[in-house]
């Protein structure tokens, strides 16, 4: 009976070992991904963009940033959109590349809005972001 419940506390201890050891909360991440579909059906081709300019909106509210990025142009046979972050800690610096999610391409594009939060954000430090295949850049104090 001894040797089980050491069994089970050293199993605890290992689990949590590998927990502590994972992301911590204060690293820099992205979260609540989502998208908008299709917004101009009709805008559905390669030649031109008449469907607007892309641009971002943001606000840093609570130690969090909520970001759109409104009309990345997206290839109208993908299965959605996704964003990677990267972040440079010695420069404050963070980049979000937005990317087509699935394999089969369409010779069109059609503009989404993708929404995210960035979380992780330490109080009082200036940040640099910068949005991949959209060039568009910002800085924000939180």
């Keep these: 009976m001894k040797t089980k419940n050491w069994l089970w506390l050293l199993i605890a201890v290992f689990g949590w070992s590998f927990y502590a050891c994972s992301d911590s909360d204060d690293d820099v991440r992205i979260g609540n991904v989502s998208q908008t579909l299709c917004k101009e059906i009709d805008a559905r081709s390669t030649i031109g963009h008449p469907w607007g300019k892309q ?67 330490e109080y009082g430090k200036t940040y640099q972001c910068t949005i991949e295949h959209m060039d568009l850049s910002f800085s924000f104090t939180c």
């Design 55 to 121: 641009s971002v909106t943001y606000e840093v509210k609570e130690g969090m940033l909520y970001i759109t990025l409104v009309n990345y142009r997206m290839n109208c046979a993908a299965e959605g959109a996704d964003v990677k972050i990267q972040h440079n800690d010695s420069n404050n610096e963070i980049i979000l590349t937005p990317f087509d999610l699935g394999k089969s391409l369409a010779d069109c594009i059609c503009p989404i809005d993708i929404t995210a939060t960035v979380t992780g954000l």
